[in-house]
């Protein structure tokens, strides 16, 4: 494991945003959901590909809140311009359990 200074964590903007709506992404490579996600002001909504499919169904993620990293470039995934980066953890056989706060705070609100 690589240690990393303090100043390399607060670099990284994990945030907390809202998802406003969820799709399917069949022009993936993996099995994967075509998200937007609020984040309140200044960020507002940003959209992300994740995937989330094994544990999640796409109704089931609108209104939920998720954990995001908010400073990446964004990065192309097939048709879609992946603006932030959705966290998690990977289980067994590869799903993905959704990193999220246990009670509700504030879209926009950083990991301290």
Known sequence: MTEISWNDFEAVELRVGTIIEAEDFPEARRPAYKLKI??????????????????????????????????????????????????????EEGAVTLAVPDKPVPNGSRLA
């Open 38 to 91: 609020d984040f309140g002001e200044p960020i507002g909504i940003k959209k992300s590909s994740a995937q989330i499919t094994k544990l999640y169904k796409r109704e089931e993620l609108v209104g939920r809140q998720i954990v995001a990293v908010t400073n990446f470039p964004p990065k192309q995934i097939g048709p879609i311009r992946s603006e932030v980066l959705v966290t998690g953890f990977i289980g």
